[in-house]
């Protein structure tokens, strides 16, 4: 009974491959985030999407795409990855964008060799 | 440039005694903060928040100071316990509240010792 779950928990890839994060909330929640977690332990905020739709894009590369099939999913593409993509990446979400509570992820450690 | 540090990376304390986390923030237009607690291999969890109009908030064991002219907040844990031990993360809510957008500082690793 995960409340965020992640998939893969771990990812080992090679530069320029293409791969996906999946995320999925089993809390009924509106509002979704991904986040990345660098090498020097910063969180930083990519997307969020409020019941589909997208609300934050940060400054992230357009090699990542962030596709919400559904409210209770929001998975991360990403293409073409590079090693300083290499980071643990959170999944989060909230009962709407207002609240301050976000429920986290286990998150996914993505390393590119 | 960062817009919230938390400039201690670790911190020890014996078990039963108090722990003082600090942050600092650049923007005093930031009026709404959250300390998140994160065990390794997990996700942050949500600990406890502050509205700029309070500068003290309470639960149980962890309480948060705001000092809004220093730009500064803390988390003050009494007792201290082992299973307290983890990184701790302030965040700063980003205007427009309506976005969900948080800030993270980069985290203090506690260790509380038995």
């Known amino acids: 009974d995960t409340a965020v779950s992640q998939t893969p928990k771990y990812l080992v890839t090679q530069m320029g491959n293409d791969k996906s994060i999946k995320c999925e909330q089993n809390l009924g929640h509106d509002t979704m985030y991904w986040y990345k977690q660098d090498s020097k332990k910063f969180l930083k905020i990519m997307f969020s999407y409020n019941n589909k739709e997208l609300i934050i894009n940060e400054t992230v590369p357009n090699r990542f795409s962030p596709k919400s099939p559904d409210k209770a999913h929001l998975n991360l593409h990403i293409n073409s990855l590079e090693l300083g993509d290499s980071a643990v990446y959170f999944c989060?979400?909230?009962?709407?964008?207002?609240?301050?509570?976000?429920?986290f992820g286990p998150g996914t450690r993505l390393t590119v060799t | 440039d960062q817009q919230v540090k938390q400039n201690s990376p670790s911190l020890s304390v014996q078990e039963g005694r108090i722990s003082i986390l600090n942050c600092d923030y650049t923007n005093s237009m930031f009026d709404y903060f959250l300390w998140y607690k994160k065990y390794p291999a997990e996700g942050p969890t949500f600990l406890i928040s502050i509205s700029s109009i309070k500068d003290k908030n309470e639960d149980g064991r962890f309480t948060v100071f705001l000092n809004k002219s220093a730009k500064h907040l803390s988390l003050h844990i009494v007792p201290s316990q082992p299973g307290d031990s983890a990184v701790y993360f302030c965040?700063?809510?980003?205007?427009?509240?309506?976005?969900?957008?948080?800030?993270f500082g980069q985290g203090t690793t506690l260790q509380v010792k038995p």
């Open positions: 965040a700063v809510k980003i205007p427009p509240s309506n976005t969900g957008k948080l800030i």
């Open positions: 989060a979400s909230s009962q709407d964008a207002s609240r301050d509570e976000q429920y």
